[in-house]
């Protein structure tokens, strides 16, 4: 079990949202302040804005992997290659963990409306289906960009 996957559940427990928790506890490596990473990934909470399309968890990793993988300009093909050979074998991954890379496909209910926000929160699924993304981005994340590393 990751350290930084489990700090970035409990972070999403405490009520932050899940792009926020994925990209402050995996973006301190990469020099990311805690307050820049909040402000940055607030908008993509809920499957971006709320909205139930991509998965927050999986977009804070992206962040990440732009973080690490970032071209240094724009003529910078090589890196751009690999950011993005990078970001595809996170999403393949995460999807086959998870079912899906959307947000109302995971968590079962479309957090779009307040009926679907209601029971995700009363039915505990925000609970339990988040954080399990959420460790899940990190662990992908952690093997992809630190694969020599324990954990």
Same mark, same amino acid.
């Given at each position: ?53 991509? $998965? ?52 079962? $209910? ?42």
């Amino acid at each position: 079990m990751s350290k930084n996957g489990e700090a970035a559940a409990a972070m999403f427990l405490q009520g932050y949202n899940c792009a926020q928790s994925v990209l402050v506890c995996c973006g301190r490596e990469y020099g990311l302040p805690r307050e820049t990473a909040v402000r940055v990934a607030q908008a993509f909470g809920g499957g971006i804005g709320r909205t139930g399309n991509v $998965c927050g968890a999986a977009t804070g990793a992206l962040m990440v992997i732009g973080l690490k993988c970032s071209a240094k300009d724009a003529a910078d093909l090589p890196a751009k290659a690999e950011s993005a050979r990078i970001a595809q074998e996170f999403l393949a991954r995460f999807k086959a963990r998870s079912g899906s890379l959307l947000c109302r496909d995971i968590i079962g $209910c479309d957090l779009a409306t307040s009926e679907g926000l209601k029971y995700a929160i009363e039915s505990g699924r925000h609970q339990t289906i988040c954080p399990k993304a959420i460790r899940d981005a990190v662990e992908i994340i952690e093997e992809l960009l630190n694969p020599m590393e324990k954990r």
